[in-house]
């Protein structure tokens, strides 16, 4: 089995060295990069060549959205986690980025592993707490989304989503299993 290779972009040093301390001791996982600018992230990410881009949501240079779309531009293949601790102020301009997954900050090392292997396995995930306030609609006064490159399901289950559903709740309605949505 071949390793899934992470590229960790984040400002602050000591987020950098607990991610690439828990990714070192998990088989399977090898750090290839690191940055703690956006801007400066993009040539790196492109030389490094990994399955992953774990990145913050705000750091100098550019952001996470703009590091991610700038991404999905130029490497579509490589799967970009964005790692926030806003629960709800970005999401939806990270997937519209081209993001595969959001997660807080307050993840569990465990939970980021699995997130990571998911990722590369072309699973799509949004994290965020139970406790969260729902999610604002991401088109204000419209009953559905007009997603461009998205099945009528997806954005089904985009729409609740965004208004804060759960992923058991959003099974249960749509009629699917937990680990299809």
Do not use: W
């Not at 699973?123 to 999610?135: A, C, Q, T, V, Y």
């Not at 007009?146 to 559903?165: D, F, I, K």
């Amino acid at each position: 089995m071949q390793n899934i290779r992470i590229f960790i972009v984040d400002d602050h040093e000591v987020v950098r060295n607990g991610m690439r301390r828990l990714f070192e001791s998990e088989p399977g996982l090898e750090i290839v990069g690191e940055s703690n600018r956006g801007d400066q992230a993009l040539s790196a990410v492109i030389s490094a060549n990994p399955d992953i881009v774990l990145t913050d949501i705000k750091m100098p240079g550019f952001d996470g959205i703009v590091l991610t779309r700038a991404l999905k531009r130029t490497r579509p293949c490589t799967r970009v986690l964005i790692l926030s601790a806003f629960a709800d102020q970005y999401v939806t301009a990270a997937i519209d980025a081209g993001a595969s997954g959001y997660l807080l900050k307050d993840i569990s090392g465990a939970e980021l592993i699995r997130s990571i292997r998911a990722a590369a396995a072309d699973d799509s995930l949004i994290r965020l707490p139970i406790h969260s306030p729902p999610l604002p609609p991401l088109e204000r006064g419209q009953s559905h989304i007009a997603a461009p490159g998205l099945t009528s399901r997806q954005s089904e289950v985009l729409r609740l989503l965004a208004q804060g559903a759960s992923n058991a709740l959003i099974a249960q309605k749509l009629f699917v299993g937990e680990r299809t949505v």
